[in-house]
Every structure is written in C-alpha cells, then in structure tokens.
C-alpha cells in the first residue's frame, strides 16, 4: 500500500542523505529521462519530490541556461533543507519550498513551467493522488511543454520481474521499509487528450526495472480549467 504524504513526510524526514544511496539503480534511468526533455532549451523547471537536490544540482550545472529558473518541492523538511542548502549557489533563481500533505496541489501559477521533472516519486503516491497531481502538473506546464518522470515499475526480464515482484510484496506488508515506493505503470494516467507521448522505455538497472515516460501537454483548452461563464 502506498503511504499517504504525511507519513511519506516522517519516512523521508528520517531517511535525509541515505536517500542518495539508491542512485546506483537511479542514475542511468534519471541520466535518459535528462537526455530526452531537452532541459538546455527550456526556461523555467518545477521538480516534485526535489528530495537532496542532487538532480537539480545537475540541472544548473550541466544542463539549464543560465536565465532559467528552477522550483523544487517537497513535503519533508529534511530534503528541503538539504536541497536548499545543496543549490545555494544558483540562489535566488532557483528556489526550494516546503509543502504541506496532502500535496495534491502546486504552489505556482497556470503555465509558468516549460518542464516539469518528477524522479521516482510518483511510485510513492496512491493512484487517487496521481491522479490529482498530474492534473496539477497539466495546469502548471505552458502549452507544448514537457512532463518528464522515472519510477520503478514492474520487470520486463526475468531477474527484474522477479525484483519488482518481492519490491511489491515488502510494499503491500511493509510500505516504511521500502520508503513507500513499489511498482507502477504510470504511463496509463496520461489522457490522450491532453498529452501525447513523445518517449516511453522501460530500463532495468541491478535488477531493478524503472520506466521513463516523457509527455507533452497537448496545445488545447482543457475545460476543467476554465473560469465560470466561459
């Protein structure tokens, strides 16, 4: 079962800098998700879930341009902490804010972002909560722009199938051990109608499978967002 985002909160608020232990399953996945959104040509990046910041701290590095702007986010103190503190240097372009369970919605304005990142954070959230923030992120990303994500997903090889089947069941019984993640397909919360897949690759790393999905928001008028009378 996935944990809600107040528990997510005091599992990640103990975890802090371990978080950073996973990347030897996450890194190559995360590497491809920042080869195919094109970060240097975009001017202005929400991440959900920015965790330490060190994929932020890539970003500006090695990736963004100079004029562009970041917004991390995040329900644990902890990881907003280390990320601030991680991407002082790009201080005050690029921010980090704390926000509070059940972080269903975004801090932010309708169509400000050009990318929106999210790294092995969807598989923490119920689909309910999916649901509702790729709504939110639908809202947030401008016409044409670029929803990137990576998640653990289930095995498309033997051993991967085998890691992704004993990662679900320590999920269903232990949800705290694995810090909530477990195994989705977040490919099919996507409505055709207002995204269009441009990329979607499942890539296994250790054993572990990890899908990569980048979408972009189809140039229309969605209805849901507009004001009454209308």
Same mark, same amino acid.
């Given at each position: 079962?996935?944990?809600?985002?107040?528990?997510?909160?005091?599992?990640?608020?103990?975890?802090?800098?371990?978080?950073?232990?996973?990347?030897?399953?996450?890194?190559?996945?995360?590497?491809?998700?920042?080869?195919?959104?094109?970060?240097?040509?975009?001017?202005?990046?929400?991440?959900?879930?920015?965790?330490?910041?060190?994929?932020?701290?890539?970003?500006?590095?090695?990736?963004?341009?100079?004029?562009?702007?970041? &917004?991390?986010?995040?329900? @644990? /103190?902890?990881?907003? =902490?280390?990320?601030?503190? %991680? +991407?002082?240097?790009?201080?005050?372009? !690029?921010?980090?804010?704390?926000?509070?369970?059940?972080?269903?919605?975004?801090?932010?304005?309708?169509?400000?972002?050009?990318?929106?990142?999210?790294?092995?954070?969807?598989?923490?959230?119920?689909?309910?909560?999916?649901?509702?923030?790729?709504?939110?992120?639908?809202?947030?990303?401008?016409?044409?722009? &670029?929803?990137?994500?990576? @998640? /653990?997903?289930?095995? =498309?090889?033997?051993?991967? %199938? +085998?890691?992704?089947?004993?990662?679900? !069941?320590?999920?269903?019984?232990?949800?705290?051990?694995?810090?909530?993640?477990?195994?989705?397909?977040?490919?099919?919360?996507?409505?055709?109608?207002?995204?269009?897949?441009?990329?979607?690759?499942?890539?296994?790393?250790?054993?572990?499978?990890?899908?990569?999905?980048?979408?972009?928001?189809?140039?229309?008028?969605?209805?849901?967002?507009?004001?009454?009378?209308?």
């Amino acid at each position: 079962m996935p944990l809600d985002a107040a528990a997510a909160r005091r599992v990640y608020d103990r975890i802090g800098l371990l978080e950073d232990t996973q990347r030897f399953y996450e890194d190559a996945p995360v590497r491809r998700l920042a080869e195919l959104a094109n970060f240097q040509s975009c001017t202005a990046v929400l991440e959900l879930g920015c965790g330490t910041g060190r994929f932020a701290r890539k970003l500006l590095s090695q990736s963004l341009p100079e004029s562009a702007t970041y &917004l991390g986010v995040d329900v @644990s /103190l902890k990881m907003a =902490t280390l990320a601030r503190k %991680r +991407l002082s240097t790009w201080s005050p372009r !690029a921010r980090v804010l704390l926000i509070e369970p059940p972080a269903d919605s975004i801090p932010a304005d309708d169509g400000v972002f050009d990318r929106v990142v999210a790294t092995y954070v969807f598989d923490l959230l119920s689909p309910p909560h999916t649901e509702a923030l790729i709504d939110e992120c639908f809202r947030v990303l401008a016409p044409g722009g &670029l929803m990137a994500l990576a @998640s /653990l997903t289930h095995g =498309t090889t033997p051993m991967s %199938r +085998l890691v992704s089947s004993t990662w679900q !069941a320590v999920a269903e019984r232990w949800p705290g051990l694995v810090g909530g993640c477990r195994p989705i397909e977040v490919l099919h919360y996507f409505d055709a109608k207002r995204w269009a897949i441009e990329h979607s690759e499942v890539m296994v790393r250790f054993g572990v499978p990890s899908e990569i999905v980048i979408a972009r928001r189809n140039e229309v008028i969605d209805e849901t967002f507009l004001p009454p009378n209308v």
